[in-house]
């Protein structure tokens, strides 16, 4: 009993002095495991309303001085937890006085410094090029030490949700969106991403089913300024195409769509020489949005 409550005694006397820790002689190996040891975990209430994080989903971490992780692999259990590569500890002989966590997923090793670009795929028509398109991000400052760092992440690019009301007499064979960019500028170390000034593309929508059981077609694109058009190509040869009525701003985690005014599909004859029908769209936050029920085509 005497030696538990020295073990307890000399763990509480640490905690105390939050920004350094000393006397680390006289604290056992166990002790300063204890104490420098450091888990992460993810608000596993998400998976139940948007999709973030998934198990077995991988992501990156990076914390600075004194903890110093640079691009960490780790992988989503089915708890939450973020289980690293390798063990992640504070530096107990080292002062805290400020320091950044970060996250980010999906994982990639060109991160290692934490800055990069982050590029969305091109054909966003199956599950598997979604998730790879989502950024997802998390950061967090503390200023004293802590042994379990929770993340929040929110989406970092700009998904955009088309509805259409479809009077042609033919399937909607695809839909693409132009003029927009695939690529930014991201500081995954800060949780920082930037406006896009990449070159424009086409990315080819993925089909998803609402909440209210409608059927619509959604893009994730870069960060940026821009005005988009699209096209629906149908399955009888004949397409139809739309573009935005004016340039908007696209900011990191918003959602925008058409929901409450469907862009009516009548295709003619010879669609080529009519002019794009103009469209506008509306602002949500995707990150506090519903679930996204992909349909494979």
Same mark, same amino acid.
């Given at each position: 009993?005497?030696?538990?409550?020295?073990?307890?005694?000399?763990?509480?006397?640490?905690?105390?002095?939050?920004?350094?820790? &000393?006397?680390?002689?006289?604290?056992?190996?166990?002790? *300063?495991?204890?104490?420098?040891?450091?888990?992460?975990?993810?608000?596993?209430?998400?998976?139940?309303?948007?999709?973030?994080?998934?198990?077995?989903?991988?992501?990156?971490?990076?914390? &600075?001085?004194?903890?110093?992780?640079?691009?960490?692999?780790?992988?989503?259990?089915?708890? $939450?937890?973020?289980?690293?590569? *390798?063990?992640?500890?504070?530096?107990?002989?080292?002062?805290?006085?400020?320091?950044?966590?970060?996250?980010?997923?999906?994982? +990639?090793?060109?991160?290692?410094?934490?800055?990069?670009?982050?590029?969305?795929?091109?054909? *966003?028509?199956?599950?598997?090029?979604?998730?790879?398109?989502?950024?997802?991000?998390?950061?967090?400052?503390?200023?004293?030490?802590?042994?379990?760092?929770?993340?929040?992440?929110?989406?970092?690019?700009?998904?955009?949700?088309?509805?259409?009301?479809?009077?042609?007499?033919?399937?909607?064979?695809?839909?693409?969106?132009?003029? @927009?960019?695939? +690529?930014?500028?991201?500081?995954?170390?800060? $949780?920082?991403?930037?406006?896009?000034?990449?070159?424009?593309? +086409?990315?080819?929508?993925?089909?998803?089913?609402?909440?209210?059981?409608?059927?619509?077609?959604?893009?994730?694109?870069?960060?940026?300024?821009?005005?988009?058009?699209?096209?629906?190509?149908?399955?009888?040869?004949?397409?139809?195409?739309?573009?935005?009525?004016?340039?908007?701003?696209?900011?990191? &985690?918003?959602?925008?769509?058409?929901?409450?005014?469907?862009?009516?599909?009548?295709?003619?004859?010879?669609? &080529?020489?009519?002019?794009?029908?103009?469209?506008?769209?509306?602002?949500?936050?995707?990150?506090? $949005? $519903? +679930?996204?029920?992909? @349909?494979?085509?």
């Amino acid at each position: 009993m005497k030696n538990t409550c020295l073990h307890i005694a000399a763990i509480l006397l640490c905690l105390c002095s939050c920004d350094q820790v &000393g006397n680390l002689s006289d604290l056992s190996e166990e002790q *300063q495991e204890e104490l420098s040891s450091i888990t992460f975990k993810y608000d596993v209430n998400l998976w139940k309303t948007e999709r973030m994080l998934e198990p077995g989903d991988k992501a990156g971490i990076f914390a &600075g001085s004194p903890v110093n992780a640079d691009n960490l692999l780790a992988s989503v259990s089915q708890d $939450g937890t973020l289980q690293c590569s *390798q063990p992640v500890r504070w530096d107990l002989a080292k002062k805290v006085s400020s320091i950044t966590f970060a996250a980010y997923s999906p994982y +990639s090793g060109a991160y290692q410094t934490g800055s990069g670009t982050f590029t969305v795929m091109e054909d *966003q028509s199956t599950e598997a090029a979604v998730k790879a398109s989502d950024l997802v991000v998390a950061s967090l400052r503390l200023t004293s030490r802590e042994n379990q760092i929770t993340f929040s992440f929110s989406h970092k690019m700009v998904r955009l949700a088309l509805y259409f009301e479809n009077r042609s007499g033919s399937d909607i064979e695809s839909v693409t969106v132009s003029g @927009v960019s695939a +690529s930014t500028s991201v500081n995954l170390a800060k $949780g920082e991403v930037s406006l896009s000034t990449s070159v424009t593309t +086409s990315i080819k929508a993925g089909q998803y089913v609402s909440s209210e059981s409608e059927t619509y077609y959604s893009v994730l694109i870069a960060p940026q300024k821009a005005r988009p058009s699209i096209r629906v190509n149908m399955k009888d040869g004949t397409y139809k195409t739309f573009v935005l009525d004016s340039q908007i701003t696209f900011d990191a &985690g918003n959602q925008w769509d058409n929901e409450n005014d469907p862009l009516v599909i009548d295709t003619t004859s010879d669609p &080529g020489k009519e002019e794009p029908v103009e469209f506008s769209l509306s602002i949500n936050d995707w990150n506090n $949005g $519903g +679930s996204m029920d992909f @349909v494979k085509q």
